[in-house]
C-alpha cells in the first residue's frame, strides 16, 4: 500500500521569489513519483517525474524535484515564481498494480503580484 | 490533438435520473480510468480498466458503473444520481508496463456533474 502527503494545503508567494510545495509518501514499493499541475477549470498536466534514476529531476515550466529516500520526500520547487504558476499541484505514487496511482489532497499555489 | 475527451462538460440532473459519461482516447491506451475530484479531497478513483471488456472497482464505486466495449472508449454510468454525486469527473488513460511512458497518466478536461 501507498500513500502520499501534500504537508500544505495553501501556499501563498510573490512573483518572483521561489516555490516550495512539499510531499511526503509512502510506499511498500521502490515507488514511482509524480507532481500534475492543474489550472482553474482544466484537466491534470504531468509536470515532471521520478522514476528510480536521477534523484533530481527537472521538469517543465521550471519546476524541479528531489527525491529523498531516507526523508522520504518529493518536494517541488521553482526558483523563481510567475503568474502563470497559480493553479492546483498533486503529488502523486505509484506503487504496484493497475490501480497503484494515489494521489495526494493538492496544493492551491497562489501567485501575489 | 492526440488525447483523452470527455463528454458532456457539464450536466445538471435531478435526483434519480441517470446518465452516462463518455471517455474517448486516441492513444491505444490499454488502462483507463475515472476518478472524481471533490474540494481538498483530491482525486479518488472510482473504476478502472486494465482492457477492453475488463472493469474494475477502485476506491469509490458505489453509485456508479462502467463499461469498456471498445479499447478506445470507457462509459461511467450513473443509475439514480444523488446529490453527493456532485463533482467534477475525470478521465484519464495510460499504456501498459511495458511501452514508452508506461507511467504516466493523460487526463481529459473533465466533466462538471451537479445533482439537484
Known amino acids: 500500500a501507498q500513500s502520499v502527503t501534500q504537508l500544505d494545503s495553501h501556499v501563498s508567494v510573490s512573483e518572483g521569489t521561489p516555490v516550495l510545495l512539499r510531499c511526503n509518501y509512502s510506499s511498500s514499493y521502490s515507488p514511482s513519483l509524480f507532481w500534475y499541475v492543474q489550472h482553474p477549470n482544466k484537466g491534470l498536466q504531468l509536470l515532471l517525474k521520478?522514476?528510480?534514476?536521477?534523484?533530481l529531476v527537472k521538469g517543465i515550466n521550471g519546476f524541479e524535484a528531489e527525491f529523498k529516500k531516507s526523508e522520504t520526500s518529493f518536494h517541488l520547487t521553482k526558483p523563481s515564481a510567475h503568474m502563470s504558476d497559480a493553479a492546483e499541484y498533486f503529488c502523486v505514487v505509484r506503487g504496484g498494480g493497475a490501480d497503484g496511482l494515489t494521489f495526494g489532497k493538492g496544493t492551491h499555489l497562489i501567485i501575489q503580484p | 490533438n492526440a488525447g483523452v475527451t470527455q463528454t458532456p462538460k457539464f450536466r445538471v440532473l435531478k435526483t434519480g435520473q441517470s446518465m452516462t459519461l463518455l471517455c474517448a482516447q486516441d492513444?491505444?491506451?490499454?488502462?483507463m480510468y475515472w476518478y472524481r475530484q471533490d474540494p481538498g479531497m483530491g482525486l479518488r478513483l472510482i473504476h478502472y480498466s486494465v482492457g477492453e471488456g475488463t472493469t474494475a472497482k477502485g476506491e469509490v464505486p458505489d453509485g456508479y458503473n462502467v463499461s469498456r466495449l471498445k479499447k478506445q472508449n470507457f462509459l461511467l454510468g450513473l443509475e439514480s444520481a444523488a446529490p453527493s454525486q456532485t463533482s467534477v469527473y475525470f478521465c484519464a488513460s495510460r499504456a501498459t508496463a511495458y511501452r514508452s511512458g508506461a507511467n504516466v497518466l493523460t487526463f481529459g478536461a473533465g466533466s462538471r456533474l451537479t445533482v439537484l
Open positions: 521520478y522514476t528510480s534514476a536521477a534523484t
Open positions: 492513444m491505444n491506451h490499454e488502462y
